[in-house]
């Protein structure tokens, strides 16, 4: 396939007896909450909890720092989304501009990713509705949250946009609203008497870096798994309205929307419960938060937003997993059948793959529940970052094959190129580091190794090498 031929859009891929094309049908306020929602997740609701533990209030700075990398791949990934909005995003852009092998490898390995995604948080889901109904079995909430955001993927992406504009709105007010009413404690004395808790508690409970420079670097992975996803956005771009407008405004907001949700509601926390006794209490550190400010209705609704960041992690892992899917099988890397995208504009053999896979995988909740989020969770902090390097390798060949003209004329260049890329792919290299050093976190390196060096094989046992 020629880098012409890629460039078509979506609207005019050819219909057929048997094919259809993917739907323009996502709009602006669906890609712009979609940002939002997507660096909101169990990642923060429930892994900031573990991050605390090894880091103390130091995981501040973990999250601003992982926060301003992820913010270099989503600028590296938007240059090429708006210059060349097209389904399978930087697969197919790995394809174009580094080698088939790479398309090949980046299409695959982050369609596991995105199917561990679905597993990780359709097991969060059966962790926390144990919360409500402990005397059902985790493993049955976990296989019905995935039925049901299958079936709603297998409507149409107008639907799909519906329900993660929702499910955002959800947890981004929640978030706001929580770091509301920690303000007021921490200011005015809200649920104390009156009486300003401060912010003492950041700096008198061991300092700042609590558990020195080793339990720092520890965190900073768990921050940069919560980061992990937001890459989603250039996977919509093919089936955006107007996506040289939308794309750049909803990567653009990505450092604001760090600041007052994670460093916001992380620094709430941390002033009103000391973070050695958040270590402690397991779950959401944000459940604890309210339960020891004596509310425990609000408790229950946070645990109930935490379900819903949950589900709309699920529903947009079901998306991305059919759409890369659907890349894959047009340049031949995947059978034929998958191809086919009904009248709605879903590309249902595609979806239905994944979810049939990501059913299989929720056996884990059934066999090992207690590990099962855990297992999860370790492997997709690697699979993500190797993603993210080759989104960033991709973006500088992307540069390369381009004509002076065009570079002068792309419409959302990277910020402090190649510099920013460069330092990027430098820290991310760093964190896949400690995750190998580390015992706790060390299976996600056999995981994430076991896959890479499969894919490698079939790629070559089933001559896909000879075909291009």
Known sequence: MSINETLKTLDEIPESASQHSLKRHLKARHIRLMALGSTIGVGLFLGSGSAISYAGPSILLGYILAGLVAFVVLRALGEMAVHQPVAGS????????????????????????????????????????????????????????????????????????????????????????????????????????GIPVGFDNIWKHGGFFPKGLEGFLISIQMAMFAYIGIEMIGLSAGETESPEKTIPIAINSLIIRIIIFYVGALLVILAIYPWNEISHQGGSPFVAMFERLGLREAAGIVNFVVITAALSS???????????????????????????????????????????????????????????????????????????????????????????????????????????????????????????????????????????????????????????
């Open 314 to 468: 699920c529903n947009a892992g079901i998306f991305s997993g059919g759409r890369l899917l659907l890349s894959l099988s047009k340049n031949g890397y995947a059978p034929q059948f998958l191809q086919k995208i009904s009248i709605s504009g879903v590309p249902k053999s595609a979806v239905f793959l994944t979810v049939l896979l990501s059913a299989i995988g929720t056996l884990l909740n059934y066999f090992v529940p207690e590990k099962a989020f855990l297992y999860l969770t370790s492997a997709l902090t690697l699979v993500g970052l190797c993603v993210w390097i080759a989104i960033l390798y991709t973006q500088i060949c992307f540069r390369k094959k381009l004509r002076d003209s065009e570079l002068q004329n792309l419409h959302f260049k990277c910020k402090f190129w190649p510099y920013s890329s460069y330092i990027a792919t430098v820290f991310i290299l760093l964190v896949i580091g400690l995750i190998s050093f580390y015992e706790e976190t060390r299976i996600g390196l056999y995981v994430g190794s076991t896959i890479f060096i499969s894919l490698i094989l079939f790629y070559y046992l089933l001559g896909l090498n000879k075909r291009n």
């Open 90 to 193: 930087f697969a197919q852009y790995a394809n174009d501009y580094v080698s088939p092998l790479m398309g090949y490898m980046v299409g695959w390995s982050y369609w596991f990713y995105w199917m561990i995604v679905g597993i990780a948080e359709v097991t969060a889901v059966g962790i926390y509705m144990g919360i409500w109904f402990p005397e059902y079995p985790q493993w049955i909430w976990a296989i019905s949250a995935l039925m049901m955001m299958g079936l709603l993927n297998f409507v149409a992406v107008k639907l799909f946009g519906e329900i993660e504009f929702w499910f955002a709105l959800i947890k981004v007010v929640a978030i706001v609203v929580m770091i509301a009413i920690g303000f007021s404690v921490i200011l005015f004395g809200f649920t104390n008497g």
